[in-house]
């Protein structure tokens, strides 16, 4: 369970792309693509919704696979911000945090 936080904190157990993903579930496909489309405001295709999870190896949804949150995390050498003693006062993540608290809480449940 713990590795399916995803770097920022996201719980990629409860998203529709990874559920839709490992139950090989286009009808979800079809639905999440829909949802995204218009919560995003981007061009998101059924095609596109493939992902394992941020840590989870296998394949990853277009913008989680190109993530800077990710990609910092990754550099660092850290599994999650949970490991970065800039959690609560960074830049980076500071929008997505402020928009989802609950990612920032599941951040602390790491530690
Ligand atoms: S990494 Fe994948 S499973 Fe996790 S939140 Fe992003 S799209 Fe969903
Ligand atoms: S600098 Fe920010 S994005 Fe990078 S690991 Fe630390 S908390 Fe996460």
């Known amino acids: 369970m713990e590795k399916l936080i995803s770097c920022c904190g996201l ?3 409860n998203c529709d792309a990874r559920i839709a993903t490992i139950n090989n579930d ?3 496909r079809t639905k999440t693509a829909a949802t995204w489309k ?5 061009d998101i295709t059924p095609e596109m919704i493939n992902c394992t999870g941020c840590r989870e190896a296998g394949v ?3 913008h989680c696979a190109e993530c800077e949150i990710r990609n910092c995390v990754k550099s660092k050498g850290f599994e999650t911000c949970a490991d970065c003693e800039k959690l609560e006062n960074c830049e980076i993540t500071k ?3 402020q928009y989802l608290p609950e990612a920032l809480l599941n951040l602390k449940s790491l530690n």
């Open 26 to 28: 286009n009808e979800l």
């Open 95 to 97: 929008d997505i945090h």
């Open 60 to 62: 990853k949804f277009a």
């Open 38 to 42: 218009v919560q995003y405001g981007a």
């Open 11 to 13: 719980n990629c157990a």
